[in-house]
């Protein structure tokens, strides 16, 4: 990267609200911070994921999404029936001019007091279509790589608003989630490729068994 900072970021928390239609209670809803929050080891406080079995948990403690996505989702649903503005996918942080073509697996930044730490790309869930009134929202999201991503939490600390997020660490170089990425995304990826991302240190240990079994499949199956 030929910087290693970025910001102000933008920090964002929410409760669980029911979700239209059918009512089932997410926490994509966020409200924008405008004092310092705590940063703990399972996320921030006053935030709450709906289904922890998908959200939440060390490995998906904090979820960023890059604000200029929203600009190409804006093209991609342009009949959406909310505004598409950073905080409206549920993320606790948002920041301009960092994407998943520039992190890596495992990359680590300062936030604040606190230090983050990338495990993987956030899988987009039906949630997002209902939340945005889109059939198709999470396929397109999928499709088009808008993912955004998650963070385990190596140091908690207090992160105030408009903190910039610095990159600290970098284990896995060239490894960039939007190379994940294009493996989940590939019907048949290269094995190889399968297993150098497995190894990458920092990948959520769910995701590093599901490349390895898959890259496993594929060996047995041709």
């Not at 869930?125 to 499709?143: F, M, N, P, T």
């Not at 908690?156 to 896995?172: C, K, S, V």
């Not at 990458?200 to 890259?215: F, H, I, K, V």
Request: hydrophobic fraction near 40%.
């Amino acid at each position: 990267m030929s910087d290693s900072i970025w910001g102000p970021v933008t920090v964002f928390t929410g409760d669980l609200r029911p979700l239209p239609p059918e009512g089932q209670m997410t926490g994509m809803y966020k409200t924008r911070c405008d004092s310092p929050v705590f940063c703990g080891p399972e996320g921030l406080e006053g935030d709450r994921q709906g289904d922890r079995r998908v959200h939440g948990g060390p490995d998906k403690a904090v979820h960023l999404y890059p604000a200029t996505h929203y600009v190409r989702l804006t093209e991609l649903m342009p009949s959406a029936q909310v505004p598409l503005v950073p905080g409206v996918l549920g993320e606790n942080l948002s920041v301009a001019g960092l994407d998943q073509a520039e992190v890596c697996i495992g990359d680590v930044f300062a936030l604040g007091d606190a230090r983050l730490q990338v495990t993987q790309p956030r899988r987009p869930c039906w949630k997002i279509s209902h939340r945005l009134g889109v059939d198709q929202a999470s396929r397109l999201v999928a499709e088009h790589g808008l993912t955004g991503w998650y963070f385990r939490v190596l140091q908690t600390g207090q992160i105030a608003p408009d903190a910039n997020l610095t990159l600290q660490e970098r284990p896995a170089p060239g490894m960039t989630l939007a190379r994940l990425w294009a493996v989940e995304q590939a019907h048949r990826p290269a094995v190889e490729e399968m297993r150098r991302l497995a190894a990458a240190e920092g990948l959520a240990a769910q995701w590093a068994q599901r490349l390895s079994n898959r890259a496993d499949w594929l060996e047995r199956n041709g």
